[in-house]
């Protein structure tokens, strides 16, 4: 299974980006997605994540300004990230649990990560 993000890139404060990622490969299901991001010298945190059912959760930090929706049929999830931040600048990175079969454990595969920059 291979996850591809793209959208990223380089934005003025109060500015958007639409963040894309889609799963391919072996899939039968894919219970969960979600978008994680890592600013240098952090962790990894979680920025929002969506369930096959649409059962959404956010960080604090992404409350209000993004917006995470996902595509079953496609198999990609989306992150609309609105009044964009300083602080928001990271890799950020997709990540899906993923059963590949029919009776499958889920395995959770993760994306290359795309470059967020918010800068005036």
């Known amino acids: 299974v291979q996850l591809v993000e793209s959208g990223g890139g380089l934005v003025q404060p109060g500015g958007s980006l639409r963040l894309s990622c889609s799963a391919s490969?072996?899939?039968?299901?894919?219970?969960?997605m979600g978008w994680y991001r890592q600013a240098p010298g952090k962790q990894r945190e979680l920025v929002a994540g969506i369930t096959r059912r649409s059962s959404i959760n956010y960080a604090d930090s992404a409350m209000g300004r993004f917006a995470i929706s996902r595509d079953n049929a496609k198999n990609t999830v989306f992150l609309q990230m609105n009044n964009l931040k300083p602080e928001d600048t990271a890799v950020y990175y997709c990540n899906a649990d993923v059963r590949e079969f029919v009776g499958d454990y889920v395995k959770r595969y993760w994306g290359q990560g795309t470059q967020v920059t918010v800068s005036s």
């Open positions: 490969g072996t899939i039968f299901s894919i219970d969960y």
